[in-house]
């Protein structure tokens, strides 16, 4: 055990003090390094180096014949290894020409200009100063950093575009949409998802002079360019907020900090919730119930989603029916309607589906009369400021209309969706899937006909090579009998039939 122990704790040690990518290129290093060794013990130590090599380090793989209980070696192994790499490579150029098991993309033209947008526009106007600035992977995913105009910097997670940061002070983010400024005075807010910029530097305005923001993320490499290369492009956009590297959750169990905001903009581990990602525990019951317990009694959830695909809408759906469920059973509410406030704006200038979002403001105490004054007096500033970019989908005790207002109030999804059809639960631990809303789930299926694909490939690509490895060694012992059948007569019983079989 000692060895393993050893070479365990040293690797741990590589991996804690450098980059994973640096410690798996010494080890492949190594691994080439032993192969090289292996083939150079066979050449230079004769038959006893090739002989301790073979059965210390390598075995051949050997097979029993039935037919003589002798031991037949089989062909030589780099036939077989040559076969292995032509299906290998068979199978990898069907899969590029089809990409029919989603192993590896290849990045078509279309696709390029989907991902990078922003690049593709400014390298084919060419009037203007294109970087590619900063680039590191961790293991919760990789992060692209594009200067594409004179004081915008875009941001990429895993090729997907995610957030920017400009070169703007708190100052200019006075009318953002996304975090009412005034609702509550000097509050304390908790950033989720600080995601490069995000709403941090809307966060530090609304706060004040008297307030804190505290940000989270999970993803180191964001912090290590925002800390880092980042920091004076975004007018130092980290400076004061109290920085933590670690999902939310854990610091929920970890902290007694009571906040008056708790932000959580498009806070998925997807893309966002009109499609299928993995699970993920910030918007179930159990992930509200400490929401609940970290917020002021006036103080507010806030959530963003982009509401661009049906499968968004229904997925928003369902975050409200979780929330009025998580309000009645952890805070008590009696009437969980009077604690939303639901509104829509566009992100862009053009007012399309894919830049809708949806802000949805959940107090933990019921809205009170000054609440609804400032949200009458802040709605009307944002229509003098951007026109009617801010629609108000529901506020307690007015009639906007709607299906958020049905569901609002009711609280009954299924008057709005066919329940053979969808499902609408409340999203719990045990199930961490908020996008999952229709039943048939079309998503699984689809996901899991592309796993079973690649796991037929490389299950039955092995099988079929032991099976070949076995015929060639049935073959080899039917032609060892023959050959000691031919050298050596037998006789029979008697000399009067007596016969010499070849």
């Known amino acids: 055990m000692t060895p393993f122990v050893a070479a365990g704790f040293v690797i ?29 013990r066979c050449r230079c130590c004769g ?45 990898l150029g069907a899969h590029l020409a089809t990409d029919a098991l989603n192993f590896t993309r290849r990045v078509k033209d279309r696709d390029q200009k989907r991902m990078f947008r922003d690049f593709t526009n400014a390298t084919e106007r060419k009037n203007e100063q294109f970087d590619y600035i900063f680039s590191r992977g961790s293991l919760v995913e990789r992060i692209d950093m594009f200067k594409t105009r004179r004081n915008v910097v ?35 807010v908790l950033v989720i998802g600080t995601a490069a910029e995000g709403i941090v530097k809307t966060a530090k305005l609304v706060a004040g002079k008297k307030g804190r923001v505290t940000g989270l993320d999970i993803n180191p490499a964001v912090v290590k360019a925002m800390v880092g290369p980042l920091y004076d492009f975004s007018k130092k956009a980290y400076r004061g907020i109290d920085l933590h590297v670690i999902d939310a959750r854990s610091y929920f169990k970890r ?30 019951m159990e992930s509200m119930h400490d929401v609940f317990d970290r917020l002021h009694d006036n103080g507010w959830l806030v959530l963003e989603e982009r509401d661009l695909n049906n499968a968004a809408r229904r997925g928003i759906h369902r975050f409200i029916v979780t929330a009025r469920e998580a309000l009645a059973e952890y805070a008590g509410a009696a009437d969980p309607a009077r604690h939303f406030w639901v509104y829509d704006w566009y992100g862009g200038k053009k007012k399309r589906r894919g830049s809708l979002y949806t802000q949805i403001y959940v ?11 400032f949200i009458d007096e802040w709605t009307e500033m944002q229509h003098r400021r951007n026109g009617r970019d801010v629609v108000t989908r529901y506020i307690p005790g007015r009639r906007t209309g709607g299906p958020m207002e049905k569901l609002i109030v009711s609280g009954e999804p299924y008057d709005l969706y066919d329940r053979e059809k969808f499902q609408f639960e409340p999203v719990a631990d045990d199930k961490p899937f908020p996008f999952d809303t229709e039943r048939g789930r079309p998503h699984v299926r689809a996901i899991v006909a592309v796993v079973a694909k690649l796991a037929a490939v490389a299950g039955l690509l092995p099988v079929a090579v032991l099976i070949g490895l076995r015929g060639l060694a049935g073959r080899s012992a039917r032609a060892g009998r023959g050959r000691r059948l031919g050298a050596v007569p037998r006789r029979s019983c008697c000399f009067r039939c007596s016969v010499s079989v070849t």
């Open 12 to 40: 741990a040690s590589a991996f804690a003090r450098s980059g994973s990518h640096v410690v798996y290129l010494f080890d492949m290093f190594g691994a080439a390094a032993g192969a090289a060794g292996r083939a150079c």
């Open 47 to 91: 038959k006893k180096g090739r002989g301790f090599s073979r059965g210390s380090w390598a075995p051949w793989p050997r097979f029993v014949s039935r037919a003589d209980s002798r031991t037949v070696r089989t062909a030589p192994f780099s036939g077989v290894a040559a076969a292995l790499a032509l299906a290998l490579t068979a199978t």
């Open 154 to 188: 875009v941001t990429y997670y895993n090729a997907h575009p995610n957030d920017h940061i400009s070169a703007f002070r708190t100052r200019a983010y006075a009318k953002d949409r996304r975090l009412a400024n005034g609702l509550v005075e000097n509050p304390d």
């Open 255 to 284: 902290t007694k900090k009571k906040f008056h905001f708790i932000t959580m903009m498009n806070t998925h581990r997807m893309r966002n919730i009109g499609y299928t990602g993995q699970p993920e525990y910030l918007h179930t």
């Open 363 to 373: 107090k933990k105490t019921p809205i009170d009369a000054d609440d609804l004054a």
